[in-house]
């Protein structure tokens, strides 16, 4: 079973930036996405950005211009640069992973323990 480990939370002040790492412990050769979602005390888990194995990037509304997701395939890893940090930017920071089979069915999803990122404002 694939296992995702990330790193990289912390705190950090309102305008500040943070780099979230996520390494997934065994190569995926399927078509895939990768990425990250967040959870705030009393809300919904949202997504926050995703990145498939072909390149194409989503972010949520609210992150766009301020954080970057990228993937290095050979090493299985997808960071989050966060910039611009805003208190309601704290969560806790889910690396997520998608794996589709060959009629573009899901069939694998594996999640991480989290990271907590906490934004003082």
């Known amino acids: 079973q694939v296992q995702l480990v990330e790193s990289g939370g912390g705190l950090v002040q309102a305008g500040g930036s943070l780099r979230l790492s996520c390494a997934a412990s065994?190569?995926?050769?399927?078509?895939?996405?990768m990425g990250w979602y967040r959870q705030a005390p009393g809300k919904h888990r949202e997504l926050v950005a995703t990145i498939t194995s072909g390149g194409s990037i989503n972010y949520a509304d609210s992150v766009k211009g301020r954080f970057t997701i990228s993937r290095d395939n050979a090493k299985n890893t997808v960071d989050l640069q966060m910039n611009s940090l805003k208190p309601e930017d704290a969560a806790v920071y889910y690396c997520h992973m998608e794996v589709f089979g060959p009629m573009g069915l899901r069939y694998l999803e594996v999640w991480g323990l989290g990271t907590l990122v906490t934004v003082s404002s």
């Open positions: 065994e190569s995926i050769f399927s078509s895939n996405a």
